[in-house]
């Protein structure tokens, strides 16, 4: 008896084609799964910098997904922003499906391994957004 596989949707809330591109370059699913992948429509936001183009990108991925069943369609879904995106807490309060972003991803599975962890990142605004963050995922 075959047994059906599990089809995620692997998302890049933001609008940039190049960022999915990569994605899916370098994300292999493990047997019985299949990746499908999504990106922000076209008037999300490029990047995604601060807590404005974090909302921003959640409220247009959101609507987007709504209007074209994406929520009913998956098995569960990967917010691919590394941060505490608000598109997980939408997605979330919408559907029973698991849903994960990156962020809490890697702070699970360090913590899984019992070796502590650190977060670099370019921009310095980021600092105090990743406290709250992180605090949020261990709380």
């Known amino acids: 008896m075959m047994s059906r596989k ?29 990746l499908e992948f999504y990106t922000g429509p076209g008037n999300a936001p490029a990047q995604i910098m601060d807590t404005t183009t974090g909302v921003l990108s959640a409220a247009r991925c959101f609507e987007d997904m709504v209007s074209e069943h994406l929520v009913e369609k998956y098995d569960g879904f990967l917010v691919c922003c590394f941060s505490d995106h608000p598109l997980t807490h939408l997605l979330r309060e919408n559907t029973r499906k698991p849903v994960v972003n990156i ?16 977060i670099i990142t370019t921009g310095f605004g980021y600092k105090y957004i990743y406290h ?5 995922v261990v709380a």
Do not use: C, W, Y
């Open 6 to 34: 599990i089809t995620l949707l692997v998302i890049n809330p933001n609008s940039s084609e190049s960022v999915t591109d990569g994605l899916q370059d370098v994300l292999v699913p493990p047997p019985g799964v299949v």
């Open 103 to 118: 962020l809490e991803a890697a702070i699970t599975q360090s913590l899984l391994i019992g070796e502590r962890f650190g």
């Open 132 to 136: 709250k963050d992180v605090r949020a």
